[in-house]
């Protein structure tokens, strides 16, 4: 090909308004060195009133922010969207297309419904793509026969479902979310009678097998007729339980099996397999990581893709499109060689407009990871992301390496399927990785409740660069939590794990530095301290109210020139993250309930990260990996669609909350009750104008803890002897500190 002629599979494009955001960002900028010197300079009269120690809280707390407030705008500063050309790809490269393997994870049939599980494999088996050069592997780390049954029911079912997709060409391809848009859309009643003729009767077979699936997942067990009819169920045999059994491994479609292959069209289907890991008590079994790596081994036997993209098992693939779309990268002539791994924002199908829980992550996947884009890519997390196999395999970039897409051996040659699958399971054992790089040098990382961004973190450092590909159409969706309790269990362990790799070989803050680029260390950095936050938080959460009560000042009146800092920063950053929010598609009540879970988070999560990793430092204590429920009660959906806050149990994190909700209302009545029977209006506050301000804006932001804890009746609001115990505790602070 001529160079002049040469196009690009794609383009990348600067965000627009960066400019006007790099002004704004350096006027804030200023602003708190100017609230730093105020800190500072007011130190000796501080002194002389013998408020020396609340004062230095209030400048280390101030410190910290501005620290982090910098550390944040690396994700702002460069952001880049990309543009893949699918159809110059076909042109090119339609005809050499590689081996793409897809993993699907799951771990435990009763949270994980094995339904929505196979709604995920069918939806990543009809991909617009060429069958034959298609695996998909489920990784059952609850070794059940249930999602063991499902599987093989949805292998008979994709022999229709497949081609139906491809037929009608219809979106989204998981069968629950497609039958749940028919219903939505009155334009299914088309003219087209094929169509419609054969919608009705393949919605007939996926009813079916549903209650069928259901039944078994009701019932906890396999009926012996079906257990008789595939010889896989024998492999139950010897099972003991979930973390004691044998390797189990199916290999359920392949096109060298001539009995059970193709789809009702006479097309062959993809590959299909089922594997659950060898577990025994006495080796750790390094969760989703460990799951990961078993598959990488496995598959490089069955299919060994040269492309990987892995998915959690409630994401289904939501636009067919999507490994073309990724293809567009790593096959780029020009830099598709440097591109390690393509992610895909985590997108949720069940977020309410309002986004009560803030699960959307929104600023996060419309606007950060496109900073961290800017500079040299974004993170891994753990789905909705295609690697190539050489990278997460531990190769070192090579600039002149050039990959060989054409290359494909045929694994088969001397092997038949059983001897194969034998070959596999012994690639699955836990004794497999004694004594390898398996975890540490190779394959995803084990150790750190966060698998996939140290692993994508260590990569990076390699020389790879990575791509996010955030597509009108939504690559996957996702199930988010519909319950408080949920969401800050996850964010612990989300930001626990980012925490440790601060402190971790791989830490951003020195092991890359001059690995990935300073702006890339500065946003992991900026991730990775989500648990710091926590004491500045908590400290400006009570000490300025307490003072309130005191009527002691701790920030400049309103009056004096020290003041417009403070109030520069406050409004700019209030307005700018609003605007941010509205920009990325949120609401204005959305951007509301958001601050107030980014103020739950800091208070609950981020301190339970925070001292969990310090004991761990000290070797206190061991992160676990809380897998999150994909169901929900009834009547607690039906709240989640009302936007109402679910509580509904005891948490040490609850009382956390409702403690400093408790004590910051009491401080704000003090100061009304001052304002009345005073009726001096809030002059005597001029004084201390921020301080009732930021006690205000804690007890508005709190109405619905209050409203769950005292004016609630049904099942999902704060237990009684909660209420109790938080007023108790709130009261016993004020009072304490009233005396001291
Ligand atoms: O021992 C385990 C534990 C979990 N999983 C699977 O890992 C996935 C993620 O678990 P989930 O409980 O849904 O965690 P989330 O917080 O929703 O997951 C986010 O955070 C994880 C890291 O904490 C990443 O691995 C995920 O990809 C990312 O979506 C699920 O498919 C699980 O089935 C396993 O396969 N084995
Ligand atoms: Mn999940």
Known sequence: ???????????????????????????????????????????????????????????????????????????????????????????????????????????????????????????VMAYDYPTEKLSVYLSDDGGSEITFYALLEASEFAKHWVPFCKKFKVEPRSPAAYFNTIIDSSSHFQSDTDFDNELVAIKKLYTEMESRIENATKLKRVSKEVRLKHRGFSQWDSYSSRRDHDTILQILLHKKDPNNSKDVDGFILPTLVYLAREKRPQYHHNFKAGAMNSLLRVSSIISNGKVILNVDCDMYSNNSESIRDALCFFMDEAKGHEIAFVQSPQNFENVTKNDLYGSALLVISELEFHGADGFGGPLYVGTGCFHKRESLCEMKFNDDYRHNWKSEDDLFKEANLQEIEEKSKGLASCSYEENTQWGKEMGLKYGCPVEDVITGLSIQSKGWKSVYYNPPRKAFLGVASTSLLEVLIQHKRWSEGDFQILFSKYSPAWYAF???????????????????????????????????????????????????????????????????????????????????????????????????????????????????????????????????????????????????????????????????????????????????????????????????????????????????????????????????
């Open 1 to 123: 090909m001529d160079k002049s002629e040469y196009s690009p599979l794609f383009e990348t494009k600067k965000g627009r308004g960066r400019l006007l955001y790099r002004l704004f960002a350096t006027s804030i900028f200023v602003a708190i060195c100017f609230i730093w010197l105020y800190r500072f300079n007011h130190i000796i009269t501080q002194e002389e009133d013998g408020r020396k120690w609340v004062w230095l809280g209030l400048l280390a707390s101030e410190l910290w922010f501005g620290f982090y407030w910098i550390l944040t705008q690396a994700l702002r500063w460069n952001t880049v969207f990309r543009q893949p050309f699918k159809d110059r790809l076909s042109q090119r490269y339609e005809h050499m297309l590689p081996a793409v393997d897809i993993f699907v994870c799951t771990a435990n049939p009763e949270i994980e419904p094995p339904i929505m599980v196979i709604n995920t494999v069918l939806s």
């Open 514 to 740: 001059g690995k990935i680029s300073f702006g890339l260390q500065m946003g992991y950095c900026s991730y990775c301290l989500w648990p710091a936050n926590c004491l500045p938080i908590l400290y400006y959460s009570i000490f300025p109210s307490l003072y309130l009560l005191k009527g002691i000042p701790l920030f400049p009146k309103v009056s004096s020139p020290w003041f417009i800092p403070f109030a520069y920063v406050i409004i700019g950053e209030t307005i700018c993250s609003l605007l941010e929010f509205l920009f990325c598609g949120g609401t204005f009540k959305g951007w509301w309930n958001n601050l107030r879970i980014w103020l739950y988070k800091r208070t609950t999560s981020y301190l339970y990260a925070f001292s969990d990793t310090i004991l761990k430092l000290f070797g206190f204590s061991n992160s676990v990996f809380i897998i999150t429920s994909k169901v929900s009660e009834e009547e607690v959906s039906k709240r989640h669609e009302k936007e109402i806050m679910e509580f509904g149990t005891s948490s040490p994190m609850f009382t956390i909350l409702a403690t400093l909700a408790l004590l910051n209302l009491w401080c704000f009545l003090n100061v009304l009750k001052d304002v009345i029977l005073r009726g001096g209006g809030f002059g005597a506050y001029e004084k201390m104008g921020l301080q009732v301000i930021l006690c205000g804006f804690l007890v508005l932001i709190n109405v619905p803890l209050y409203q769950g804890l005292f004016l609630r009746k049904d099942s999902g609001k704060l237990p009684n002897s909660l209420a109790m115990k938080s007023t108790i505790l709130a009261l016993g602070l004020v009072l304490s500190f009233s005396y001291v």
